[in-house]
């Protein structure tokens, strides 16, 4: 069984900083891209970071970028998304996504259950 278990989430101040973290298992992680979303309610799911199996390709959300980090472990089987400087406007509901590109596991996608971030004063 697949499972992403999302923690870390949790109300931060305007200005401060949240390491997010994803725990992955039922999956060979290594072969996954892993990504970050975020959802506020009434809106489309949005991209926030993406990082290839080792690490050579990140992208960054345009709303995010210069804000965030996002590394993994594949030791572990670990996604962490570390925010900065965080804004009122990055309270969100994020969800940590694997995504199979090539090979056996092309095609197939999970997502973890989501962690609330609130950001406010």
């Known amino acids: 069984q697949v499972r992403l278990v999302e923690s870390g989430g949790g109300l931060v101040q305007p200005g401060g900083s949240l390491r997010l973290s994803c725990a992955a298992s039922?999956?060979?992680?290594?072969?996954?891209?892993m990504a970050w979303y975020r959802q506020v309610p009434g809106k489309e799911r949005e991209l926030v970071a993406d990082?290839?199996?080792?690490?050579?390709?990140?992208i960054f959300g345009d709303s995010v970028r210069g804000r965030v980090t996002i590394s993994r472990d594949n030791a572990k089987n670990t996604v962490i998304l570390q925010m900065n400087n965080l804004k009122p406007e990055d309270t969100a509901a994020y969800y940590c996504?694997?995504?199979?590109?090539?090979?056996?596991?092309?095609?197939?996608?999970?997502w973890g259950q989501g962690t609330q971030v609130t950001v406010s004063s």
């Open positions: 996504k694997a995504r199979g590109e090539f090979g056996a596991v092309q095609g197939t996608e999970f």
């Open positions: 039922g999956i060979t992680f290594r072969l996954y891209y």
């Open positions: 990082v290839s199996p080792f690490q050579d390709h990140i």
